[in-house]
């Protein structure tokens, strides 16, 4: 009977404990799934995350939770479980929500633009379509083009002047790319582009080139505004140059120091090193060293927290900058306004008659000996028709 008896207990021993070990994996991998459903949500993956991974996280909690309520009277482990669960499930819900009231409902004004409206013969292509004169025709060994993302209808549009259509079909990746300004000076240092449209190289693009025993020859052929814009609610229409640079250098850091009708700490975005617009902050704060950019956290790869620089947000409070092409014809956007500077805004008669006080130079930038069809590129934007084409486009032509 004593023996029975032991037996007995030793099965439910044995019973308890391959129960406690399932439910101590079971709460381990739970865990573990709340613990990067965490990470992925706070660091903005929710967006690329199934939304059934979110509510299968949810539930989890809610099933521990409830075996907790039921058994909590028997087993203090379940009691502790259920309130474990309550807490991760309260932190579950609550960062998407504190990221959807801080951050994800102010919309991100980033680059997504509708790249096949501008290819160069696509039907229906808001690409200027001009007539060139033979002499500026490029039938073989077309030049390789790359550039910023504001100045591609132009470069675009020089292709369908310019290029042999059938000989350009061969091989229209290799021949027509935008990259972002700070990727192409890379690809052109390295030998995978001809020349570039580009606003004029940083002093680390040209410290690059130096590096690699190149030089940048650049050729400006058009003129365009750098313009800084607020949310369209914000009743700011203008703003001064000093103004500018006391935001960016972190002297002036709220709105009411700019107009007492207004209070909030500003928010100053910025781009990444080597965009051409980020280049044009650093020539117009000169000196003046500007103030560490926002940065958004991101998961990256092998579980790496990356540190981005934070692309526009709009903000109430938020300021930021781009180049006027870009703002009001590839990406418009109602939510925004162009503020003027020292009273003047940014059109084209300002950017024209020189008035505007932040202007910058379209360029063709090369760092290797220019080709015939390189120049004849040149030539043609120097060219009547060259400039009926920069004009209509919506740039200034020299």
Same mark, same amino acid.
């Given at each position: 009977?004593?023996?029975?008896?032991?037996?007995?207990?030793?099965?439910?021993?044995?019973?308890?404990?391959?129960?406690?070990?399932?439910?101590?994996?079971?709460?381990?991998?739970?865990?573990?799934?709340?613990?990067?459903?965490?990470?992925?949500?706070?660091?903005?993956?929710?967006?690329?995350?199934?939304?059934?991974?979110?509510?299968?996280?949810?539930?989890?909690?809610?099933?521990?939770?409830?075996?907790?309520?039921?058994?909590?009277?028997?087993?203090?482990?379940?009691?502790?479980?259920?309130?474990?669960?309550?807490?991760?499930?309260?932190?579950?819900?609550?960062?998407?929500?504190?990221?959807?009231?801080?951050?994800?409902?102010?919309?991100?004004?980033?680059?997504?633009?509708?790249?096949?409206?501008?290819?160069?013969?696509?039907?229906?292509?808001?690409?200027?379509?001009?007539?060139?004169?033979?002499?500026?025709?490029?039938?073989?060994?077309?030049?390789?083009?790359?550039?910023?993302?504001?100045?591609?209808?132009?470069?675009?549009?020089?292709?369908?002047?310019?290029?042999?259509?059938?000989?350009?079909?061969?091989?229209?990746?290799?021949?027509?790319?935008?990259?972002?300004?700070?990727?192409?000076?890379?690809?052109?240092?390295?030998?995978?582009?001809?020349?570039?449209?580009?606003?004029?190289?940083?002093?680390?693009?040209?410290?690059?080139?130096?590096?690699?025993?190149?030089?940048?020859?650049?050729?400006?052929?058009?003129?365009?505004?750098?313009?800084?814009?607020?949310?369209?609610?914000?009743?700011?229409?203008?703003?001064?140059?000093?103004?500018?640079?006391?935001? *960016?250098?972190?002297?002036?850091?709220?709105?009411?120091?700019?107009?007492?009708?207004?209070?909030?700490?500003?928010?100053?975005?910025?781009?990444?090193?080597?965009?051409?617009?980020?280049?044009?902050?650093?020539?117009?704060?000169?000196?003046?060293?500007?103030?560490?950019?926002?940065?958004?956290?991101?998961?990256?790869?092998?579980?790496?927290?990356?540190?981005?620089?934070?692309? *526009?947000?709009?903000?109430?409070?938020?300021?930021?900058?781009?180049?006027?092409?870009?703002?009001?014809?590839?990406?418009?956007?109602?939510?925004?306004?162009?503020?003027?500077?020292?009273?003047?805004?940014?059109?084209?008669?300002?950017?024209?008659?020189?008035?505007?006080?932040?202007?910058?130079?379209?360029?063709?930038?090369?760092?290797?000996?220019?080709?015939?069809?390189?120049?004849?590129?040149?030539?043609?934007?120097?060219?009547?028709?060259?400039?009926?084409?920069?004009?209509?486009?919506?740039?200034?032509?020299?």
């Amino acid at each position: 009977m004593n023996s029975a008896s032991n037996n007995h207990v030793k099965g439910k021993t044995g019973i308890l404990i391959l129960k406690i070990l399932i439910f101590g994996i079971g709460i381990a991998g739970t865990c573990f799934l709340w613990i990067l459903g965490v990470f992925m949500i706070a660091f903005g993956f929710l967006n690329q995350t199934p939304m059934v991974i979110f509510m299968t996280l949810v539930l989890l909690s809610l099933l521990v939770m409830l075996y907790a309520f039921l058994f909590c009277k028997t087993r203090k482990i379940w009691k502790y479980s259920g309130i474990a669960a309550l807490f991760f499930m309260l932190i579950l819900c609550a960062v998407p929500a504190y990221r959807y009231f801080t951050v994800e409902r102010f919309k991100q004004l980033n680059d997504r633009i509708n790249w096949d409206a501008y290819d160069p013969w696509r039907t229906g292509t808001k690409v200027v379509a001009v007539d060139a004169a033979p002499e500026f025709k490029i039938k073989k060994d077309l030049p390789r083009i790359d550039g910023a993302y504001a100045l591609y209808p132009v470069y675009s549009g020089v292709v369908r002047a310019l290029y042999d259509r059938k000989e350009y079909d061969k091989d229209s990746w290799k021949y027509l790319n935008t990259n972002g300004s700070d990727m192409t000076f890379t690809n052109l240092l390295n030998d995978r582009a001809d020349l570039l449209f580009s606003a004029p190289p940083s002093k680390k693009q040209i410290a690059d080139a130096k590096a690699k025993g190149l030089k940048y020859e650049i050729t400006p052929f058009a003129k365009e505004a750098f313009v800084f814009f607020v949310n369209s609610k914000n009743p700011i229409e203008n703003i001064t140059s000093q103004q500018i640079r006391d935001i *960016y250098s972190g002297k002036i850091t709220d709105w009411s120091q700019i107009d007492r009708r207004l209070s909030g700490k500003i928010k100053p975005f910025q781009r990444n090193e080597g965009s051409g617009s980020q280049t044009m902050l650093q020539k117009i704060m000169g000196n003046t060293p500007i103030m560490p950019p926002l940065k958004e956290d991101r998961l990256g790869g092998m579980g790496d927290i990356i540190n981005d620089v934070a692309n *526009y947000r709009n903000y109430q409070e938020a300021i930021g900058f781009t180049f006027r092409y870009f703002s009001t014809e590839m990406f418009k956007n109602g939510e925004i306004k162009l503020l003027s500077i020292d009273g003047i805004a940014p059109t084209v008669e300002n950017i024209r008659n020189g008035t505007y006080p932040f202007i910058a130079d379209c360029c063709i930038i090369t760092v290797r000996p220019r080709s015939e069809n390189v120049r004849k590129i040149i030539d043609f934007l120097f060219s009547t028709t060259g400039k009926e084409l920069i004009e209509k486009t919506g740039y200034v032509a020299l």
